[in-house]
């Protein structure tokens, strides 16, 4: 099982908005908030970790074009598949593949897909019949 994921970002607060907007739909929030000044040994000037009920996903600032991943975030449901979409696209996200059936996967898996400011492919799935 996964605890966390850090992922690096090359505008920090761009990146910190269109996350908070993208995942709000899911139960997104920052937990922590941390900046050099507090903690001297930081590895970068500030992180954030976001999450719902508990940080699962770290924003970290780098130099340069960060290495791009591929992030799933579980849905309760394709009406939540569906609002993270929506809000990920008006917080700027790029569409990567709209909210739809992928039975390519196996039945009943339906997600959306958006790549964040930094190329990211970010996505929202459930895995529940319709």
């Known amino acids: 099982?996964?605890?966390?994921?850090?992922?690096?970002?090359t505008d920090f607060e761009r990146?910190?908005?269109f996350y908070l907007e993208a995942l709000a739909p899911l139960?997104?929030?920052i937990m922590i908030d941390l900046k050099?000044?507090?903690?001297?040994?930081l590895p970068?000037?500030?992180?954030?970790?976001?999450?719902?009920?508990?940080?699962?996903?770290w924003l970290s600032p780098c130099q340069g074009k960060p290495t791009n991943v591929h992030l799933a975030f579980t849905a309760v449901d394709r009406a939540q598949v569906d609002a993270f979409y929506e809000a990920a696209i008006r917080a700027?996200?790029?569409?990567?593949?709209?909210?739809g059936p992928r039975p390519q996967y196996h039945p009943g898996y339906y997600g959306?897909?958006?790549?964040d400011p930094d190329g990211h492919n970010i996505e929202a799935c459930c895995h529940t019949p319709p």
């Open 112 to 115: 959306a897909f958006v790549l």
């Open 92 to 99: 700027g996200g790029v569409d990567n593949g709209k909210p």
């Open 15 to 17: 990146s910190l908005r």
């Open 44 to 57: 970068a000037p500030r992180i954030c970790g976001l999450g719902a009920g508990k940080p699962d996903v």
């Open 1 to 9: 099982m996964i605890d966390h994921l850090s992922l690096l970002v």
């Open 36 to 41: 050099r000044e507090q903690i001297p040994d």
């Open 27 to 29: 139960g997104y929030e």
